[in-house]
């Protein structure tokens, strides 16, 4: 979708972050009607024993998975279930934790790659990964405080990687895909890429400069041209890889749950976003 308006600027973004949390605490206990410490929202920051255990699992799985082929010695036994205890039930400050949860849902729905943009095309654009964080973070420090410390670009950077599978955060997303749509927004998807970035070319440029037209050496010269040539033919193979992998991800996407912002989209709008896999 081509999206022919200026972004929104600053300003509108945060118009709109403001319009969503307008009534943060009746989305609370919209999302936790029992209470926000009997609520299963509350695991992603206070896991289980089991779940502790669970991922833990497969942290060290991954590790000697990475490292054991070529240092078997460096392998790690697993852990036991009781190694992990559970934090008791009055544990952390329900409203910071909160507040905390709808900064990471929308790094996911703002950021990611994707898109929201109004009726007329204009793009809400909060920045990079790294400058979304920072917007989300600057905006909660000034409109919904923490009790304790603020927050940080960090604390929402590809937020709920390892935490949002400790609970369902559907129903975190309907409520705010629901506000979107009553404000005439809609929402474009981005399936996730891994790309290379190849700055060897900038490097070269760099180094002439520096060693200046003197230092030129015929032999160094030829040298360096092999290399170059080695170089682009690993990082030709590598972004073919890549692109391999992407194409059988995205044709695999279409035959799985989808994640849950995109559950929450098609509960909302009642079809999938644009961008997702569709078969």
């Known amino acids: ?11 509108e973004c945060t118009q709109l972050l403001r319009t969503l949390l307008d009534d943060r605490a009746q989305m609370r206990t919209t999302l936790a009607p029992q209470g926000w410490r009997n609520s299963p929202l509350r ?9 502790q255990y669970e991922q833990s699992v497969r942290v060290s799985a991954n590790l000697n998975s990475l490292f054991g082929k070529k240092k078997p010695e460096a392998q790690k036994p697993p852990p036991s279930l009781e190694d992990f205890t559970e934090d008791p039930p009055d544990a952390g400050n329900p409203d910071d934790e909160f507040t905390e949860l709808l900064g990471d849902c929308l790094w996911l729905v703002f950021s990611n790659n994707h898109t929201v943009f109004d009726g007329e095309g204009k793009a809400f654009d909060l920045g990079s990964f790294r ?84 230092a030129y050496d ?24 890549l692109d391999e992998a992407y194409e059988q991800e995205f044709e695999d996407a279409k035959y799985k749950a989808p994640p849950p912002e995109v559950q929450a989209y098609r509960n909302v709008y009642g079809l999938l976003p644009n961008g997702f896999p569709q078969v």
């Open 218 to 241: 015929p032999a160094k010269a030829l040298e360096k041209e092999l290399e170059k040539s080695a170089r682009q033919q690993e990082t030709d193979r590598l972004r073919a890889q």
């Open 131 to 214: 400058g979304s964080g920072g917007f989300i973070a600057d905006f909660l420090n000034e409109f919904h405080p923490l009790s304790e410390g603020s927050f940080d670009y960090i604390d929402f950077y590809c937020a709920g990687a390892f935490t949002f599978g400790r609970a369902d955060t559907a129903p975190v997303f309907q409520l705010l895909f629901e506000r979107l749509k009553s404000l005439g927004c809609d929402w474009e998807y981005s399936f996730p890429r891994i790309g290379i970035v190849d700055f060897s070319g900038l490097k070269e440029e760099m180094d002439a400069v520096n060693d200046g037209p003197a």
């Open 43 to 51: 695991r992603i920051f206070h896991p289980t024993a089991g779940q």
């Open 1 to 11: 979708m081509t999206h022919n308006r200026p972004p929104a600027t600053g300003a």
